[in-house]
């Protein structure tokens, strides 16, 4: 009996944590002054996004925690001026305890391949899981963290500014008709599965 359940309970394991994971949108933003394939721009609102699904994080954000980094995923614009996909790899993390030197032990973060970070230091960040919503929270401390970042509109060239960046998060359940699907497939499922075996039961 047990091996005739197995298949069964891993389905519903599987159900359990696709229901469990919704999408999750992470945004950053900040004024900065720079250039975009040369041309410049002075004091201007840039906003980083992250699109991703709460299922997907990995780690602990009491120690550290994070969406891991991706291509082609994250995107920035500057009203009025350009926006685009920043083609290389970016992600979104949460420094916990292995952050002691920042302001509070928890800080949010938006990391560019070429070691740019948008940071957010503030005290609400602290037992935040980035997996659930927050904000919009402003930085309690400036900070200056230079970057050439590779996006389809051209290169993004930030130079040292001290900037104070807001960070939010806002998650996105999926409608509820969409797990009733994902369920009557699962039940199709396993109706399936418990047919089979009562057959080949018969059978032998």
Known sequence: MGKKLFPILVILNMFAAAASADPISFTFVGTRSGSLNGVGFSDALITFSLDFNTG?????????????????????????????????????????SIC????????????ADTSFAAVVANPSLIGY??????????????????????????????PPQNSVWTFTATTVPEPASFDLITLGMLLILITKIVMRTRVKHRLF
């Open 56 to 96: 997907q994080i990995i780690g602990n954000c009491a120690v550290g925690c994070g969406t891991g980094d991706f291509p082609n995923l994250a995107t920035f614009s500057i009203p009025g001026f350009a926006s685009g996909t920043i083609t290389e790899v970016a992600g979104v993390n949460i420094c916990g």
């Open 100 to 111: 002691s030197g920042f302001p509070t032990f928890q800080t949010a973060q938006f990391v």
């Open 129 to 158: 899981d980035l997996r659930s919503s927050i904000g919009p929270l402003v930085s309690t401390e400036a900070f200056s963290v230079t970057g050439q970042i590779a996006t389809t509109a051209g290169l993004l060239v930030l």
